[in-house]
């Protein structure tokens, strides 16, 4: 972000129980931070370091970093903070969820997200896409995103946005082969036992040439047990949609970095903070043919659970 003529990037904003962690670089020409502060109504006490390396900017100039650690008063995150910076014995400041909302917009995956949609409205006519998990949960329903499409939205447990109750182990059992010029998937394949089935199940209801959008996760809390069963990193998308099952890979983006820290501490985990995992993971993909591949088994002989209803 840009604040006059000085640039400043946020790296991590995290709040941790009744602690915020702020951090980032800032850089000015000619001058050095001297120092930074997390203006807020509920920040109790706060510690703060300046001229802090950081390999990122390096070709700004050495020791652009600065980081933040505040105690607030409660558990809710500091939704009006300011952080202020001073430079060459001024105080600058601007609104943290301004910063906030700068990073979450330049996440890669939405690069990905972009050009499956971008490539959906050229389609002639009005695409034919499938929605594999849309219901409404939560109240959000996002086939109303694609107002330039007809959408057609599958779901395991019926709601009142669901067209049609059913597996997406089981996609060519319930739509006729080649129906669908696209599919779009959000936070579902995490919960398929066997989404190499699926994939190839979404071969046979693609038509030839159709694009797909599959959003789910590399790294986060174990949810909506006992039916969450997989995580996916950017790597893993080939195992899935390859030349056997009749795919190519077109794209595909890991982003919003999560810290994995131990609930018990252990010596073997000191430096957990300095690696982290990725709440994205997001593929683009193209059918460029039919798939010889099967998969032949059902799941009620695998596993006798079903999916939570809430």
């Not at 702020?22 to 000015?28: R, S, Y």
């Not at 997200?113 to 996002?142: A, H, N, T, W, Y």
Request: one cysteine or more; charged letters at 20%.
């Amino acid at each position: 972000m840009y604040i006059n003529d000085l640039l400043l990037c946020l790296d991590n904003a995290t709040k941790f129980h009744r602690s915020v962690h702020v951090g980032g670089w800032v850089h000015q020409q000619g001058y050095e931070l001297q120092a930074v502060n997390l203006n807020s109504r509920n920040i109790m006490h706060q510690h703060s370091q300046v001229g802090l390396p950081h390999a990122g900017v390096s070709s700004l100039g050495p020791n652009k970093g600065f980081f933040i650690q505040a105690l607030l008063s409660d558990e809710k995150f500091p939704s009006d903070a300011r952080l202020e910076f001073r430079i060459n014995g001024h105080w600058n400041s601007v609104p943290l969820s301004e910063l906030l909302h700068e990073r979450a917009v330049a996440d890669v995956h939405h690069r990905v997200q972009s050009r499956f949609i971008d490539e959906l409205k050229l389609m002639p006519g009005r695409p034919k896409m499938l929605d594999i998990g849309g219901r409404d949960r939560s109240i959000v329903d996002r086939s109303k995103d694609f107002p330039y499409a007809d959408v057609t939205v599958l779901d395991i447990i019926p709601s009142a946005n669901v067209d049609v109750v059913g597996d997406a182990h089981n996609l060519s059992a319930l739509f006729a082969p080649e129906t669908f010029d696209a599919i779009y998937s959000i936070s579902v394949f995490e919960h398929l036992l066997m989404p190499w089935k699926a994939a190839i199940e979404i071969n046979k209801v693609l038509k030839p040439g159709g694009i797909g959008m599959i959003l789910t996760h590399q790294t986060l809390g174990v949810h909506d047990e006992p039916w969450d069963f997989w995580r996916f990193s950017a790597h893993s998308w080939d195992a899935l949609f390859n030349p056997l099952t009749g795919f190519k890979v077109e794209d595909r983006a890991q982003s919003m970095l999560n810290y994995i820290l131990p609930m018990i501490y252990r010596d073997s985990q000191k430096d957990a903070e300095r690696a982290a995992g990725y709440e994205a993971s997001i593929v683009m993909i193209r059918k460029t043919g039919p798939t010889a591949l099967e998969w032949n088994v059902p799941l009620d002989q695998i596993i006798s659970t079903s999916y939570p209803p809430n």
